[in-house]
């Protein structure tokens, strides 16, 4: 059974860092693993899809990796804005058509 | 013009009650969805349907009905509501559901149920 987990839980950082948000699955076959982003109130906005067959996507101050052989996955965000914050959340597609979604990592980034 | 509407934004309830969300998608999609969000903020499948067919029906209490009128749109529907139902309810769509071409969910703003 595939899970998914995020860390940190939280982080906060001033604005300008640049900081690596971590996700790790348990389950190596996924077709596709996408980065999400969560505001409060409101719904998931697709930020990067990274195909199995793939090691990065970049959109942008994001980039995303995906490493299938060890389970792990980063997005990395350059220069953070304070519109950055948000929780972002990583799912992994697994075989049955099913996205299996880690519990977010909680960005707060301060002017 | 919002591309996937749920309605209501928030519901409060008494145990016991009948209660159903609504969920409208304006994108022409042929795959809606149903996910739970709980307290310790896992997002999980719940049902999905393809062009009102239903195709996923994750293990659920039965006391969840979704219901498609057309692939526009997917309510839920919950009979005697209980504590543990209160959540973030998402709805999305995606294109065709063959989410394995990559094609991306789009997701409602969600409707938080409390439970009372």
């Known amino acids: 059974k595939q899970e998914v987990t995020q860390i940190p839980a939280a982080l906060s950082v001033p604005e300008g860092e640049n900081l690596v948000l971590n996700c790790s699955f348990t389950?190596?076959?996924?077709?596709?693993l996408q980065w999400f982003r969560q505001d409060p109130g409101k719904g998931l906005t697709s930020l990067l899809l990274i195909q199995s067959s793939q090691r990065e996507q970049t959109s942008g101050r994001l980039n995303a990796s995906l490493d299938k052989s060890s389970g792990r996955s980063t997005l990395y965000i350059a220069a953070s804005q304070p519109g950055d914050s948000a929780t972002y959340l990583c799912a992994g597609l697994n075989y049955g058509q099913n996205f299996v979604f880690g519990p977010g990592t909680r960005l707060s980034v301060l002017p | 013009d919002t591309a996937v509407s749920q309605t209501p934004k928030y519901l409060v309830t008494q145990m016991g009650n009948d209660k159903s969300i609504k969920c409208e998608q304006n994108?022409?999609?042929?795959?809606m969805y149903w996910y739970k969000q709980d307290s310790k903020k896992f997002l999980k499948i719940m049902f999905s349907y393809n062009n009102k067919e239903l195709i996923i029906n994750e293990t659920v209490p039965n006391r969840f009905s979704p219901k498609s009128p057309d692939k526009a749109h997917l309510n839920l529907h919950i009979n005697s509501l209980e504590l543990g139902d209160s959540a973030v309810y998402f709805c999305a769509s995606s294109p065709s559901g063959r989410l394995a071409t990559n094609e991306k969910l789009f997701f409602g703003s969600g409707t938080q149920l409390s439970v009372l």
């Open positions: 994108l022409g999609h042929d795959t």
């Open positions: 389950d190596s076959a996924i077709y596709n």
